[in-house]
């Protein structure tokens, strides 16, 4: 039972525009959501986390948004770069605990 | 400060095999979990250990296990080995009570 979704498996942006990945999840338990990065032949690299007392954390060119009603959040990169072209992992966890994993989105940035 | 190491990089096994997979946590950290990816999937949570005791399991069987030493490094096993546990092994370690996790690079393993 996949608790965390990312509904989209790839997303393609131009250099410079605002790249927005989401990610829906079903336990309304979660208190802690992260966004890890991943690139090929890599572990997954932590970005961006959010605890659910709040409803957004910034940190650079990223942002990270959660709705807790709609159970949904949202990475938001500005600008984008070409560099970031790599798949994003939404996780969740309670307590900082075991962390459940979403699919995975795969952000490809062009020139 | 070095970071979350596994060994081996790539293995190759046969059905019915064990295996033993290695992790060297983060220094400072206490607490190792291990994560299996399938291909196309996101990380799935296997277990979790915290001083040298599993303090937590996903839905994997037991013939999954896992060790944890008083260095804080860990060992993952799977005994009887079957065709679905091609996958790729991750390990994570954190300092219990946090929520930051840092990953290691992985372990593909290939059972044929």
């Known amino acids: 039972d996949q608790q965390v979704k990312q509904n989209s498996p790839s997303l393609s942006v131009q250099e410079g525009r605002i790249s927005i990945l989401n990610c829906d999840y079903t336990?309304?338990?979660?208190?802690?959501f992260l966004w890890y990065k991943k690139y090929p032949a890599e572990g997954p690299t932590f970005l961006i986390s959010?605890?659910?007392?709040?409803d957004k954390n910034e940190d650079g060119r990223f942002t990270v948004f959660l709705n807790k009603s709609a159970k949904h959040l949202s990475l938001h990169i500005v600008p984008s770069q070409p560099g970031d072209s790599a798949v994003y992992f939404c996780?969740?966890?309670?307590?900082?605990?075991?962390?459940?994993f979403g699919k995975g989105t795969s952000l490809l940035v062009t020139p | 400060e070095t970071g979350v190491t596994q060994s081996p990089t790539h293995l190759i096994k046969t059905r019915g095999q064990q295996v033993t997979l290695r992790c060297s946590s983060q220094?400072?950290?206490?607490?190792v979990s291990w994560y299996q990816q399938a291909l196309g999937q996101g990380p799935q949570f296997i277990f979790q250990?915290?001083?040298?005791?599993?303090?937590g399991r996903g839905n994997f069987p037991p013939r999954f296990s896992g060790l944890q030493f008083p260095n804080y490094s860990s060992e993952l096993n799977v005994n009887a080995l079957e065709l679905d546990d091609s996958a790729l092994y991750l390990c994570?370690?954190?300092?219990?009570?946090?929520?930051?996790?840092?990953f290691g690079s992985g372990t593909r393993l290939t059972v044929v």
């Open positions: 996780a969740a966890s309670r307590s900082g605990y075991a962390l459940n």
């Open positions: 220094s400072g950290h206490n607490t």
């Open positions: 336990n309304s338990m979660f208190d802690y």
């Open positions: 959010i605890s659910s007392i709040k």
């Open positions: 994570a370690s954190s300092l219990q009570g946090a929520s930051g996790y840092t």
């Open positions: 250990y915290y001083r040298e005791e599993e303090n």
